[in-house]
């Protein structure tokens, strides 16, 4: 078993984490703020993937309700969803 399980597709993108504890920033995994070059970069790799792979379902953590500074690449993904056909389900985690 293990995941991603048969059939699933896994997709790796260049790495983001909060540049500090109040999520005032994001950095790459050297610290450095990442810029627009980044974040285009980073938004065409996912809607790059989103295309290749035609999922049936896409899970995103958190967002709309966190993970708000993500929507630069969220947003152009979720109009990707939107807009294909067939359309994918689209699915959010939501806890607490």
């Known amino acids: 078993a293990g995941f991603p399980g048969l059939g699933a597709i896994s997709v790796t993108l260049p790495s983001v984490t909060s540049g500090d504890e109040g999520f005032s920033g994001l950095v790459d995994l050297q610290g450095k ?3 627009d070059d980044f974040k285009k970069r980073r938004s065409e790799m996912l ?5 290749d792979c035609r999922p049936d379902i896409v899970i995103v953590e958190a967002f709309p309700f966190g993970r708000r500074q993500m929507r630069f690449e969220l947003l152009p993904l ?10 994918p389900l689209l699915v ?3 806890r607490d």
């Open 33 to 35: 703020p990442i810029d």
């Open 47 to 51: 809607l790059q993937a989103f295309r």
């Open 78 to 87: 979720i109009e990707a969803i939107d807009a294909a056909s067939p359309r």
């Open 92 to 94: 959010t985690s939501v």
